[in-house]
């Protein structure tokens, strides 16, 4: 069993930067994928990035590809999304999940709570 908690989110100017947290407890943690995800009001929840059990692999949607990273510490049972020139389309909650496999999907089994990100223009 894996449980999530977002963390990080909040309200920044387009152009600034976010740093997303996602805490993990289980002791299978460094043995499944992560992937984050957002859903904006009235749309429906897109596939952001993922990354591997041991942190060497990563894959981003094109709309973030060169904004976004997306890194891990196993001992600390968190994954990290970095978030830099941020849009005001960025805006949405976002989720992080875990799954077996590397493109975790929305059929992962474990999702967190989510968080906040607001960009204004």
């Known amino acids: 069993q894996v449980q999530l908690v977002e963390s990080g989110g909040g309200l920044v100017q387009a152009g600034g930067s976010l740093r997303l947290s996602c805490a993990a407890s289980g002791r299978t943690f460094n043995s499944y994928a992560v992937g984050w995800f957002r859903q904006a009001p009235g749309k429906e929840r897109e596939f952001v990035a993922t990354i591997n059990w041991s942190g060497g692999s990563t894959y981003y949607a094109d709309f973030v590809k060169g904004r976004f990273t997306m890194s891990r510490d196993n001992a600390k049972n968190t994954v990290y999304l970095q978030m830099n020139t941020l849009k005001p389309e960025d805006t949405a909650v976002y989720y992080c999940?875990?799954?077996?496999?590397?493109?975790?999907?929305?059929?992962?089994?474990?999702w967190g709570q989510g968080t906040q990100v607001t960009v204004s223009s």
């Open positions: 999940a875990a799954g077996r496999r590397f493109r975790v999907g929305p059929d992962a089994p474990y």
